[in-house]
Nanobody, 122 residues
Framework: QVQLVESGGGLGQAGGSLRLSCAASGRTFSSSVMGWFRQAPGKEREFVAAINWSGSSTYYQDSVKGRFTISRDNAKDTLYLQMNSLKPEDTAVYYC???????????????WGQGTQVTVSS
């Protein structure tokens, strides 16, 4: 059974920073793509960032480029999302995902975490 457990969400201020973590278990993730998605109230879930198995390639949604950084520690089976220069529009539930593939710059994961709430106040 694959498990993805997100942590690090909470309340942040505009212009501030938060760091999300995702602990993976149940299989070897070091060879898998991993990524983050988010869903704001009343909106569809959207792609945020993804990273290939080695960390050598990263992909970002345009609205977070230059502000968010995705990284991974394969020895710890953990994925991270460093979020800087936060904006109120970053408020959403953030989901960790893994498995699947990146095709034409779009990430199609297989497994999902339960999500962690990020709220950014202005």
């Amino acid at each position: 059974q694959v498990q993805l457990v997100e942590s690090g969400g909470g309340l942040g201020q505009a212009g501030g920073s938060l760091r999300l973590s995702c602990a993976a278990s149940g299989r070897t993730f070091s060879s898998s793509v991993m990524g983050w998605f988010r869903q704001a109230p009343g909106k569809e879930r959207e792609f945020v960032a993804a990273i290939n198995w080695s960390g050598s390639s990263t992909y970002y949604q345009d609205s977070v480029k230059g502000r968010f950084t995705i990284s991974r520690d394969n020895a710890k089976d953990t994925l991270y999302l460093q979020m800087n220069s936060l904006k109120p529009e970053d408020t959403a539930v953030y989901y960790c995902a893994t498995g699947g593939a990146i095709r034409s710059g779009t990430y199609y994961p297989t497994w999902w975490g339960q999500g962690t709430q990020v709220t950014v106040s202005s």
